[in-house]
């Protein structure tokens, strides 16, 4: 009777071990669930923005003016100038090889989200009716650039891309070994040029404007205005700068532990090396609390592209 009832204990202590256990993993389950919707739908809301403000500045500004821009989406302006075709027939011959290169070269995600976010286009471009804006000139080239950078910066933010020159881009310069700003570069002199034998000179050099306002709006919506920068900070009172880095500016620190390497003798010192990220709003105070603990500090700055997580967006930039 007694070898009975261990073994039901005994079995009731495995399922209700085991019961916690799928339990335990049907809440990961959820949570890695809940976590990859909510990304998904930044992205797709992200992407949507991003198509809607390209095509108000392809159709708004660009279009009727026959002003191009650079990468995929100037080669489709121009031919769209020269044939008199509707643009969003351009749109899909140029970027379709794209989306099977970012496909092969990137992988299947990021693929079928530009893909999404190109026939977005097309279909926003060909269905929706924009006014046109203005037909000064530099106004075209300044405002229709700025849109058009502001659509592609979103839909990058979104993880898509509706301009396929980045994508060949990679694709060249792993291939040729060089790096993806050149052949950019080279992509948009070869767009330009054609535009001015085939259009004027004068447009080509008011698309170059429109080029260069795209991409510094891409540039903005990439990095955004805070531009973080990693600070490294070596020195001997690193506990005290460390304390002000988090009690008077609110940031984390990493702290390393370090050797001092310098003079004849290479000294040989134990030192925390402490490093932490900022806006470049908050540089300016850092540098000013950091003297007045130690002038004779030693600090590193690096400029960085984005930051996740940690305390940089927990505090405010004045407190």
Do not use: C
């Not at 370090?258 to 806006?279: E, H, P, Q």
């Amino acid at each position: 009777m007694l070898s009975i009832l261990e073994f039901l204990i005994r079995d009731k202590k495995k399922l209700t071990g085991k019961t916690r256990l799928e339990r335990a993993r049907m809440m990961r389950e959820m949570r890695n669930y809940n976590i990859e919707l909510k990304r998904y739908t930044k992205d797709f809301f992200l992407i949507g923005l991003g198509v809607f403000a390209a095509a108000f500045g392809l159709k708004g500004f660009l279009l009727t003016n026959e002003f191009i821009d650079g990468g995929a989406t100037g080669i489709s302006l121009l031919l769209s100038a020269l044939t008199d075709w509707p643009l969003y027939i351009f749109l899909i011959a140029v970027n379709i090889p794209f989306v099977f290169m970012a496909y092969k070269i990137i992988g299947r995600i990021f693929a079928i989200k530009t893909a999404i976010a190109i026939a977005a286009l097309v279909v926003v471009v060909a269905a929706v009716t924009f006014p046109n804006i203005t037909d000064d000139n530099l106004l075209v080239a300044l405002f229709g650039g700025f849109f058009l950078g502001a659509g592609i910066g979103l839909s990058i933010r979104g993880g898509a891309v509706i301009d396929g020159t980045e994508v060949l881009a990679i694709f060249l310069s792993r291939k040729m070994n060089v790096t993806i700003g050149d052949v950019i570069i080279i992509i948009n002199v070869i767009i330009f040029s054609v535009a001015a034998y085939f259009l004027t000179i004068e447009k080509a050099l008011y698309s170059m404007i429109t080029y260069l306002s795209a991409s510094k709006t891409l540039d903005f919506i990439i990095e955004g205005i805070e531009e973080y920068h990693g600070v490294t900070i070596i020195s001997p009172k690193f506990h005290e700068i460390k304390m002000m880095i988090a009690q008077k500016l609110g940031r984390g620190v990493t702290v390393y532990a370090g050797k001092g390497g310098y003079g004849k003798k290479g000294r040989n010192d134990s030192n925390d090396i402490l490093f932490t990220v900022i806006t470049r709003l908050e540089l300016s105070r850092l540098y000013t609390e950091i003297e007045k603990i130690d002038p004779d500090a030693f600090v590193v700055m690096n400029r960085v592209k984005d930051t996740k997580g940690g305390m940089i967006k927990k505090r405010p930039l004045t407190h």
